[in-house]
């Protein structure tokens, strides 16, 4: 028997065992033993506790809440603008998010919720953006490449990582192809650096070897460092003359991934979903006219990403039976962050980049997104018509 049920067999007979002689008392207490299981001296103390309880109070049990509604809408306002980030990295932004919606005059949350918030544990953060997150799936998108014919023409790579120094990146193209790799359609060249894992993706029509190209260079234009080491996969669109006689010129260390092994280039695969699948899901865009739109949503999504979006490294995977347990950094950072704490970064870098940082604002920045996503795939509905 539950103690809502018990508390209701009390309640019932409250009022007739306080006026009841001691003959009809022994009656209702042998009746409620029976019924209940409980001990009748625990029954007689159970109605002292009714006697003496105040009609008009609410029956309150375990320690009282603490981090209340208020504060439960503060770390929403958080999270939202953090797209909808996991609690593991959301905590290590909390402060800096807080700080920066203050300056501009969009923190609109109690000095005791915000007080709250900022000592709330990683934990707790986690467990309660796990109630905010609203469960979605997306299908699984169509594989554009297929390894060419020139395997000669560049080595292979295969790590380690742990040594390459800021610069280095790992590229792929994401096919924005609906279910359909047939006819003409929209790529994002994507590169994410090993060491710090800044992103730039650029949209391009098709993936022919000059469009790649030209999307190299202007990620290398993009970058606020210098790019030494470039390693895709190995699909047509990287492995051939023109991508290596351009990386040759640029002074680019150029390698490959071994072909049908997705883990060789694991950096910027694993980013692909998080930066252009998360965005963009897996809409077909097939009109040239949407590459310059993506392109600016990316140059603000870039921002976004690199300044206000931590990432935790993979430290090591460990064998558990059948299946890999990965050990991940105690601490994620912002790729902005991993470069400010690189010794490989010259200062002009770093006094550029916290200039550039200082004048930013993630919910400014999530917003614009929000409204340029809904911009693009009108654009999208409104060809397809």
Same mark, same amino acid.
């Given at each position: ?215 190299? /260079? &202007?990620? =290398?234009? !993009? #970058? ?7 390693? @895709? ?5 990287? +492995? ?106 010259? /200062? &002009?870098? =770093?006094? !550029? #980049? ?7 604002? @993630? ?5 614009? +997104? ?16």
């Amino acid at each position: 028997m539950n103690m809502t049920t018990k508390n209701d067999i009390f309640t019932r007979y409250l009022k007739e065992y306080l006026k009841a002689s001691n003959e009809r008392k022994s009656e209702i207490l042998n009746h409620i033993t029976d019924v209940t299981g409980m001990h009748r001296k625990a029954c007689i103390r159970r109605f002292g506790v009714l006697q003496r309880k105040d009609p008009s109070s609410r029956e309150t049990r375990g320690r009282p809440t603490y981090y209340t509604k208020d504060v439960d809408a503060a770390l929403f306002a958080i999270w939202e603008a953090a797209n909808e980030l996991c609690g593991e990295l959301l905590h290590p932004l909390i402060n800096e998010y807080v700080t920066i919606l203050r300056r501009d005059g969009m923190w609109i949350h109690s000095d005791e919720a915000t007080g709250k918030l900022l000592s709330m544990s990683e934990r707790t953060v986690r467990r309660r953006c796990r109630k905010f997150k609203v469960k979605y799936s997306i299908g699984k998108g169509i594989s554009g490449t297929k390894p060419s014919a020139l395997k000669s023409l560049i080595p292979i790579g295969k790590g380690p990582w742990h040594d390459r120094g800021t610069g280095s990146g790992q590229i792929d193209t994401v096919a924005h192809c609906g279910d359909s790799l047939l006819g003409d359609f929209i790529w994002t060249l994507n590169y994410t650096d090993i060491a710090t894992y800044w992103v730039v993706p650029r949209a391009q029509w098709n993936k022919g070897e000059v469009a790649t190209v030209l999307s190299m /260079e &202007t990620i =290398k234009k !993009r #970058l606020p460092f210098p790019w030494i080491y470039a390693h @895709p996969d190995s699909g047509g669109e990287f +492995i051939n003359w023109h991508a290596k006689g351009w990386c040759d010129e640029q002074g680019i260390e150029y390698e490959r991934s071994e072909p049908g092994k997705k883990n060789d280039n694991c950096f910027v695969e694993e980013r692909n979903g998080h930066v252009v699948r998360k965005y963009l899901g897996y809409t077909r865009f097939d009109h040239l006219e949407l590459v310059d739109l993506i392109n600016e949503f990316y140059d603000v999504l870039g921002l976004y990403l690199n300044h206000f979006q931590t990432v935790r490294r993979t430290l090591k995977k460990e064998r558990v039976g059948a299946k890999y347990r990965r050990i991940f950094e105690t601490t994620a950072k912002t790729p902005y962050q991993r470069v400010l704490d690189r010794d490989d970064v010259s /200062e &002009t870098v =770093k006094e !550029r #980049l916290q200039k550039e940082h200082e004048t930013l604002n @993630p919910l400014v920045l999530k917003r614009k +997104i929000d409204t340029m996503t809904t911009l693009i795939m009108k654009k999208q509905r409104s060809h397809g018509n």
